[in-house]
């Protein structure tokens, strides 16, 4: 398996522009992850969904941030419109589930996010 | 809810000695605490985890432990290499509850040849 996929590695843009973040699960993982990390305020869970469904969205910052998993394969972050204290590394995790144990959460390459 | 906080945030040692990072946590019904190491420009990744029923576990040179009554639980590295700097978090959570991690602020950890 290739483990998490994420594009793009980086982006710059403009502020007020649009910004969207695709991730691609590992396969069989029912659970996904995306966080936000920066120097001041570390690793931050911003969403997750389990089996495509959105659990916990409480991390999100505003609603200029939108996420959806249409299948379980695919999953994208949005930004709009972005401004620069988005600027951040994004990491999309997955995992999976056997009863109530926990299993290890597999994070992606991470998308390096510059907005100027 | 729950709060994970993780002490020192910089850790310099030289090199062949151990290393100690220390996380403490509020929710007494937390039951999973893993241990992720991210190196420089590279994604977090899992290197031990101990759930509460366990006080101990080893893995090489890696040690985690657990003191539920105190509520805190830390990372031993003996024999240090450079290979071991990187950025370490903790974190916890409650298995039979949501899936959700809390982390620790993360701990830079610097081997000084």
């Known amino acids: 398996d290739a483990g998490v996929i994420q594009s793009p590695r980086h982006e710059v843009t403009e502020m007020g522009q649009e910004v969207t973040l695709r991730c691609k699960p590992i396969s069989g993982h029912d659970y996904l992850f995306w966080y936000r990390q920066t120097m001041m305020r570390g690793l931050e869970l911003l969403i997750y969904?389990?089996?495509?469904?959105?659990?916990?969205d409480s991390g999100m910052p505003e609603d200029r941030f939108s996420a959806k998993m249409p299948n379980a394969s695919f999953s994208t972050l949005k930004i709009q419109p972005s401004e620069p204290r988005d600027s951040a590394v994004y990491f999309c995790a997955s995992s999976n589930r056997q009863g109530s144990s926990y299993n290890e959460q597999f994070f992606g390459p991470g998308t390096r996010l510059t907005v100027l | 809810g729950e709060n994970v906080e993780q002490h020192p945030s910089t850790l310099s040692v030289q090199e062949g000695d151990s290393a100690v990072i220390k996380c403490t946590y509020s929710?007494?019904?937390?039951?999973?605490f893993p241990w992720y190491k991210q190196e420089l420009g590279k994604r977090p990744q899992l290197i031990i985890d101990?759930?509460?029923n366990v006080g101990e576990k080893k893995d090489q040179r890696i040690a985690v432990t657990l003191n539920k009554t105190a509520k805190h639980f830390s990372l031993h590295i003996t024999e240090t290499q450079p290979e071991d700097s990187a950025v370490y978090f903790c974190?916890?959570?409650?298995?039979?509850?949501?899936?959700?991690?809390?982390w620790g602020a993360g701990t830079k950890l610097i081997i000084k040849p």
């Open positions: 969904f389990n089996n495509n469904v959105p659990i916990d």
């Open positions: 974190a916890a959570s409650i298995e039979d509850s949501n899936y959700q991690l809390i």
């Open positions: 929710d007494s019904a937390s039951n999973y």
């Open positions: 101990i759930r509460s």
